[in-house]
């Protein structure tokens, strides 16, 4: 049977393709839907790891990690904590370089551990007050080095050293002091997160629930999954990302279904044939399904290509490459592979009982 | 269509059958061939009683052979692959599906053509196909409906001598519709079908018999 239906595909090649194309479409939009919110998953979790934190703390209930507000001096309480071995505030500031509105600004303490552990590849850390250090990212982006001056948010600040963290966010952004970034934002005593660094051997969770308790005002973020729900923002990505890769599963669906049932309106004759030599319903239904299935496999094969050079080509298109990178894993593949799939199946369904109620002797009598 | 028809086929028996256009002769093959069913009365074939079966799907695939007026053969496939389409059905092991298909090529004169698609194949080869799907499956009961119309004189020796042979080897029975003199000459009785009655022929009236396409 299979050869049978590999046989029928090769000898209509032109509407196999075409059919074909309708799955990849869905499918490329699902790996790419896919890589893009995993790839937002992991600069979600960038957020969480500033400065090599082990927790990031933030306003509970934001509609995004970047918009919480904290007060700057909550660090020095949670230092107390028996848990904690150190916390040190950071204030982000977003679109605050004209030249490069993607990249991040981070206030941060001198003396706090998110700069101290910085690793510089040119010049050395912002000490003083309109000093900057820049990711390498950023400054090959824009050409800087140590003594090239830089405008945030209309102020001039001079560059003191380029360093590389391996975090998206810092190597793509900027660090100033805490004091500058508060200043820029007119509110001296807060800041956007504080990152905390846990004692040796403290379980990540139960100190993440034993902060959330005696701080009920924050989130405590620990993973990329949790940076991911933390905000209404992601959540909502998330549920975009479900409620479009529903709608390509039913657009799929439907395409393979339309084809598939004109291919059964026009090959009745044969259908009739088969059941007239003593094929039987289900043998009549397995050479629609199997077709429909072998089509959205191809369909498939074109779809994760194009999804995974599509994620990128969007990126770059809307012009957020330094905050997403598209992961397209093998877990994105396979649930594209398997997207194709139930497209093949669900939409060969009706067509394949529509080719089991076919009466055998009005067809062949061309009736 | 149909009215009051009673038929008995002995094994192995070659019976003709001849009537007017409309008559009900196709539709009388459809029947006995569990393709279609009657309205009353019962179709019996080697003990079983076909109006009693919802879908005769195991009768049509291992008791019945079909030779259709026009081939209806699948254009997508290959000569090989239409001859086995009722032992795939019937789910035969791949190696004895391709011996006994070849077989029957071979004895059709198409041998070496296994392969070919059937745009390449002149009518008559066509028919020659049809008739070894027919037959592939070695079934009790052959129907055919005009198998040597549009051949010419020697393609329609051939298809008879096909079908005589597997009729004599196997004690396959033979009903078949025809206006040609060839095959009515072979056949033991000839039937004709009028206003939906059918009667029998004498013998003489049998050879000579003619009829509207």
């Known amino acids: 049977m299979i050869s049978l239906v590999l046989e029928t595909l090769r000898r209509r090649p032109a509407r196999a393709l075409l059919s074909a194309l309708g799955t990849a479409v869905g499918v490329a939009t699902i790996v790419a839907l896919l890589g893009v919110t995993d790839g937002l998953k992991q600069t979600a979790g960038g957020l969480v790891r500033l400065g090599a934190g082990d927790i990031g703390l933030f306003q509970k209930n934001v509609s995004d990690p970047s918009a919480s507000v904290l007060p700057a001096g909550l660090a020095a309480r949670l230092k107390r904590v028996p848990d904690i071995a150190d916390a040190t505030p950071i204030q982000l500031l977003i679109e605050a370089l004209p030249q490069n509105p993607a990249a991040v600004v981070f206030g941060v303490e001198p003396r706090g551990f998110v700069a101290q552990r910085l690793v510089f590849l040119q010049g050395g850390p912002a000490r003083r007050a309109r000093e900057v250090a820049v990711g390498d990212g950023l400054a090959g982006q824009l050409k800087l080095r140590p003594g090239s001056t830089l405008r945030i948010s209309r102020r001039a600040f001079r560059l003191t050293g380029v360093y590389h963290t391996g975090i998206l966010f810092e190597d793509q952004g900027a660090i100033v002091s805490l004091a500058d970034a508060q200043g820029i934002t007119g509110r001296p005593q807060d800041a956007t997160t504080i990152s905390v660094q846990l004692g040796e051997g403290v379980h990540r969770r139960t100190a993440e629930q034993a902060i959330e308790r005696r701080f009920p005002g924050l989130t405590a973020i620990g993973t990329p999954e949790e940076a991911a729900r933390a905000g209404a923002n992601g959540t909502l990505i998330s549920k975009a990302a479900l409620v479009i890769v529903v709608l390509a599963l039913i657009i799929g669906a439907i395409s393979v279904a339309n084809t598939m049932l004109l291919s059964v309106v026009e090959r009745r004759g044969e259908f009739a044939v088969m059941a007239a030599v003593g094929w039987s319903g289900p043998q009549v239904a397995g050479v629609v399904l199997a077709e429909g299935v072998a089509i959205s496999v191809l369909g498939a094969g074109i779809g994760l290509l194009l999804g995974a050079v599509g994620s990128r080509l969007l990126v770059h298109a809307l012009g957020v490459q330094a905050f997403v990178t598209p992961v397209i894993s093998a877990s994105v593949l396979l649930e594209g592979l398997l997207v194709g799939l139930t497209i093949g199946i669900v939409g060969g369904l009706y067509p394949a009982w529509r080719a089991t109620r076919l009466p055998p002797a009005p067809v062949l009598a061309g009736r | ?213």
């Open chain 2, 1 to 213: 269509m149909l009215d009051g028809v009673s038929l008995h086929l002995d094994p192995g028996e070659f019976v003709g059958l001849t009537g007017s256009s409309g008559s009900g002769k196709s539709t009388l093959l459809n029947i006995i061939g569990g393709l279609d069913r009657p309205d009353s009365g019962s179709v019996t074939v080697n003990g079983l009683d076909l109006t009693a079966l919802r879908r005769p799907v195991a009768y049509r695939r291992e008791v019945v052979g079909f030779v259709f007026q026009s081939h209806h053969l699948l254009p997508t496939l290959s000569v090989q692959q239409n001859v086995e389409l009722p032992l795939v059905a019937a789910h035969v092991h791949r190696r004895e599906r391709v011996r006994r298909a070849r077989a029957l090529i071979e004895k059709a004169g198409l041998a070496g053509r296994e392969r070919a698609d059937l745009a390449e194949l002149s009518g008559g080869e066509r028919q020659r196909v049809a008739i070894a799907r027919a037959l592939v499956h070695e079934p009790l009961l052959l129907l055919a409906d005009e198998p040597t119309a549009a051949l010419d004189e020697a393609t329609a020796e051939r298809v008879l001598e096909i079908l005589e042979e597997a009729r004599r080897e196997r004690g396959m029975t033979m009903l078949a519709v025809t206006y040609d003199p060839a095959l009515i000459g072979r056949t033991q009785r000839m039937l004709r079908l009028q206003d939906g009655a059918l009667s029998e022929l004498p013998a003489p009236a049998a050879s000579t018999s003619g009829g509207p396409r």
